[in-house]
C-alpha cells in the first residue's frame, strides 16, 4: 500500500503558475504510475497528466497540454505538476493517484492510491 499527499495549491491569479507536488509514501514492493486528476464543483473528476511509472513517458489532456508538465523526482518519491499559464477553467480540486498494475493510464478506475486533494483556484 501506498499513501499520497498533495500540497501546492492555493490562490493565483490568472496567466499565473503554481507547481503540485505528490509525496508518496508507505508500504511499496513496485515502482507506481502516478497521474494528476481534478475536479470541479458539479463535475466529474477528469484526467489532467499522468507520468510512467518506468522511464519518464508523460501524458496530458488536451485542456492543459503545452500549459501543464508532470515530472517526478524519483530520490524524493513525489511527482509534480508543474502549472503554467492557469486560466479559472483549471479551477479545481486536483488529486494526486498512483497505480502498481498499469505503466501509464488515463482512467480513475486503473489508479488504486489517492491523495486526499488540494484546492486550486484561479481568480480573473
Known amino acids: 500500500q501506498v499513501q499520497l499527499v498533495e500540497s501546492g495549491g492555493g490562490l493565483v491569479q490568472a496567466g499565473g503558475s503554481l507547481i503540485l507536488s505528490c509525496a508518496a509514501s508507505?508500504?511499496?514492493?513496485?515502482?507506481?504510475?502516478t497521474a494528476w486528476f481534478r475536479q470541479a464543483p458539479g463535475k466529474e473528476r477528469e484526467f489532467v497528466s499522468a507520468?510512467?511509472?518506468?522511464?519518464?513517458?508523460?501524458v496530458h489532456a488536451d485542456s492543459v497540454k503545452g500549459r501543464f508538465t508532470i515530472s517526478r523526482d524519483s530520490a524524493r518519491n513525489t511527482v509534480y505538476l508543474q502549472m503554467n499559464s492557469l486560466k479559472p477553467e483549471d479551477t479545481a480540486v486536483y488529486y494526486c493517484?498512483?497505480?502498481?498494475?498499469?505503466?501509464?493510464?488515463?482512467?480513475?478506475?486503473?489508479?488504486?492510491?489517492w491523495g486526499q486533494g488540494t484546492q486550486v483556484t484561479v481568480s480573473s
Open positions: 493517484a498512483a497505480s502498481s498494475r498499469v505503466a501509464i493510464a488515463y482512467y480513475r478506475d486503473d489508479y488504486d492510491y
Open positions: 508507505g508500504r511499496t514492493s513496485s515502482n507506481y504510475a
Open positions: 507520468i510512467a511509472r518506468t522511464g519518464g513517458n508523460t
